[in-house]
């Protein structure tokens, strides 16, 4: 699947006209990074920081080693820096290429032997699945 | 340069299942894949490289009808990956043969559609016995050939409470990306409302279902068809994303029917001009398409809701395609009976030929 790759950073971001837009609060969190995967710890909670066509690694990696501001929603980042996070676009009916995101195989798995044991899914297709998965 | 990213190509008016809830005005169940009116392989390439030199054009949506009952669709999916575009087919998934699948390219994203996974409501929603079991099948195929997977479930009064085993069969099936529609309604679904459209407890039941699916898996839901917020409080679902009408703007997807006509939108009948004659650009510019993204609702005006600028009054095509007039809020908050519906400003157009009163009876 061939999709648009360039991206530009979004525009400079005013975190507190954003937090006072949300009713969120603005709180400071410290990037790092590991493995190519990037990661914001605020407080005692670090969450990853999505990569995809939406949020390019060349937005993020200027603020590995660096305290900014953090915007949470739920379990959403929002704004890092003075860069608001992209949400992909929703569109009835179609899925934005951001959607697309791998679930654990053993999760999978779990639930192919749920659905294999109930005879929803047959076991020859439940075992091509499990192997493809696991 | 226009702003759109995304268009949707309705391939054909064919399909070999009956959906209760299928929006297309133009259903038909005995249309042919490719009559003499359908867009060639040739003109699709034509007109999808005309729009993407007047626009953002990243996305494209291969809908239909069936879109695999088109015998040139893995050709048509090679032109616009060549292109440099994103390419999903929109599929009832039970048609994913062999053969269908490896003329296809590889990677190529499919959304399917799961209802249900009790088999018996999945086919009885599709309108046609076998069905879920051919998408399983097909779905398990189509993993093994490298495609990516997006499950889409439409859920209305029938299947509000097997969201959640829906959403793990998609799962367990190798989806990476899920959408959670509520019915939408139209001038043919109308007068199947009162079985057919879930009520508000339902539409809770299917939030809170989808909401525990996605913390538990980390799986991506989208809430695509909207859900006004008068109807049901959206905060307590973080977990999901909840998408509104673009009406117009940059994520905006216009509609090419299967003959060229050019609509604002899926779910619309309105035809903006056909697309053969005139530049992409000249039709979403022009008064009919202006007019069709409509200011408020006038009901909506009053509303002090915090999501009030996104919502809008919901669908603006499904307001027009049941009342006649986008004036009027989504007719999912009148079916619903939260609100008090303001009067009506039109006649509704279903009035007018296959009477909107809601009746009937559901199928099975």
């Known amino acids: ?134 | 340069m226009l702003p759109f990213r995304s268009v949707v190509l309705e391939l054909t008016e064919a399909c070999p299942h009956a959906c209760v809830h299928c929006y297309n005005y133009w259903r038909e169940q005995r249309a042919r894949p490719v009559t003499p009116t359908t867009l060639s392989r040739t003109e699709i390439r034509d007109l999808v490289r005309r729009i993407k030199q007047e626009t953002r054009l990243e996305q494209v949506a291969l809908s239909g009808g069936e879109p695999m009952l088109r015998p040139d669709l893995p050709g048509i999916v090679r032109d616009l990956t060549d292109e440099d575009l994103s390419v999903v087919v929109i599929t009832s998934g039970a048609l994913l043969t062999p053969t269908r699948l490896r003329r296809l390219p590889a990677g190529t994203a499919l959304e399917m559609s799961i209802f249900s996974a009790d088999e018996a409501l999945h086919d009885r929603i599709a309108g046609r016995k076998g069905a879920l079991r051919r998408v399983i099948e097909g779905a398990t195929r189509a993993s093994r050939h490298g495609c990516r997977l997006a499950v889409s479930v439409v859920v209305n009064a029938l299947n509000a409470h097997d969201v959640r085993r829906a959403l793990e069969l998609g799962i367990a099936l190798g989806a990476e990306g899920f959408l959670l529609n509520r019915v939408n309604v139209t001038r043919l679904t109308l007068p199947q409302a009162p079985w057919l459209v879930p009520n508000r407890s339902q539409i809770e039941e299917m939030l809170a279902a989808a909401e525990s699916v996605a913390a538990e898996f980390d799986a991506p839901i989208a809430v695509s068809v909207p859900i006004p917020p008068c109807i049901v409080d959206l905060s307590p679902y973080s977990h999901l994303h909840f998408g509104w009408c673009p009406r117009g703007g940059d994520n905006a997807y216009y509609t090419v029917s299967h003959d060229g006509k050019l609509r604002p939108c899926n779910h619309s009948s309105v035809v903006l001009g056909d697309i053969r004659r005139e530049s992409f650009a000249s039709l979403v510019n022009g008064a009919p398409a202006r007019d069709f993204w409509s200011p408020l609702p006038a009901g909506c005006a009053a509303c002090e809701h915090p999501l009030r600028d996104q919502c809008r009054g919901g669908c603006p095509a499904a307001s027009d395609e049941c009342y006649g007039t986008r004036e009027r809020w989504d007719p999912i908050v009148d079916l619903t009976g939260i609100l008090t519906p303001p009067s009506a400003a039109a006649a509704p157009r279903g009035n007018r030929d296959q009477g909107c009163s809601p009746a009937g009876t559901p199928p099975g």
């Not at chain 1, 699947?1 to 709180?27: F, Y």
């Not at chain 1, 995101?101 to 075992?127: C, F, N, Q, S």
């Open chain 1, 1 to 134: 699947m061939a999709i648009a790759k360039k991206r530009s950073r979004a525009p400079t971001l005013d975190v507190k006209v954003l937090s006072n837009e949300l009713g969120a609060t603005v709180k400071e969190g410290a990037v790092s990074t590991a493995r190519g995967r990037y990661f914001v710890t605020v407080g005692a909670t670090k969450r990853e920081i999505p990569i995809g066509d939406l949020n390019m690694e060349a937005d993020v990696k200027p603020f590995v080693g660096l305290k900014v501001p953090v915007i949470v929603s739920g379990r959403a980042i929002v704004a890092i820096g003075d860069l608001q996070w992209k949400r992909p676009p929703i569109l009835c009916y179609i899925p934005p290429p951001d959607l697309f995101r791998r679930i654990r195989g053993d999760m999978r798995a779990t639930l192919v032997d749920r659905y294999v044991g109930e005879g929803v899914i047959p076991a020859r297709l439940g075992k091509q699945l499990v192997e493809r998965f696991g």
